[in-house]
T-cell receptor, first 114, second 112 residues
Framework: EAGVAQSPRYKIIEKRQSVAFWCNPI?????LYWYQQILGQGPKLLIQ????????DSQLPKDRFSAERLKGVDSTLKIQPAKLEDSAVYLC????????????FGPGTRLTVT | DQQVKQNSPSLSVQEGRISILNCDYT??????FLWYKKYPAEGPTFLIS?????DKNEDGRFTVFLNKSAKHLSLHIVPSQPGDSAVYFC???????????FGQGTRLTINP
């Protein structure tokens, strides 16, 4: 079974530029999550999708972050414009919710904003 | 507001001995708890979980203990192996929410 795929793996941009991350979840997983993990901290949920609907985006900085999940499969997370404090690893995860609490994570995208 | 806390940033254990990783939580609505393991440049991988209706769950070398009155859980690894060296995250969820709240992580190093 293929795992969660993410791209790119690494990205370096200057502040005020825009960036987009892509995620392909495990086939059949209805729920998709985007997390932000700042160095030395645990992952923090940004947004949760159930199929192509948003379940929770309470911690998404909506003035600069946006996410979509077209057709309930792939998802993109965008930051525009980026700030220095957005430097982090962005993790995508999927789960067979609501049957399971277990989430399966992709390798993440390491973003550096200079 | 850190609802899930792992107060030890790092832990070093001799190979073959027991590793004990600790986690505390503040939200009494949490009813499901998970441990994830993370290697460098990889995403976290699920290790073991426990429901609030239990106080212990075992899977091979890994055992998780839950003390609801103290709002504390721990992960025991016996015997510890070099491949166990990784960052371990504790996570908690409220029933029906599927949303996980993670602790800061503990870096475990197993010394040969």
């Amino acid at each position: 079974e293929a795992g969660v795929a993410q791209s790119p793996r690494y990205k370096i941009i200057e502040k005020r530029q825009s960036v987009a991350f892509w995620c392909n979840p495990i086939s059949g997983h209805a729920t998709l999550y985007w997390y932000q993990q700042i160095l030395g901290q645990g992952p923090k949920l940004l947004i949760q999708f159930q199929n192509n609907g948003v379940v929770d985006d309470s911690q998404l900085p909506k003035d600069r972050f946006s996410a979509e999940r077209l057709k309930g499969v792939d998802s993109t997370l965008k930051i525009q414009p980026a700030k220095l404090e957005d430097s982090a690893v962005y993790l995508c995860a999927s789960s067979l919710a609501p049957q399971s609490y277990e989430q399966y994570f992709g390798p993440g995208t390491r973003l550096t904003v200079t | 507001d850190q609802q899930v806390k792992q107060n030890s940033p790092s832990l070093s254990v001799q190979e073959g001995r027991i590793s004990i990783l600790n986690c505390d939580y503040t939200n009494s609505m949490f009813d499901y708890f998970l441990w994830y393991k993370k290697y460098p440049a990889e995403g976290p991988t699920f290790l073991i979980s426990i429901s609030s209706i239990k106080d212990k769950n075992e899977d091979g070398r890994f055992t998780v203990f839950l003390n609801k009155s103290a709002k504390h859980l721990s992960l025991h690894i016996v015997p510890s192996q070099p491949g166990d060296s990784a960052v371990y995250f504790c996570a908690a969820s409220v029933e029906g929410a599927q949303k996980l709240v993670f602790g800061q992580g503990t870096r475990l190093t197993i010394n040969p």
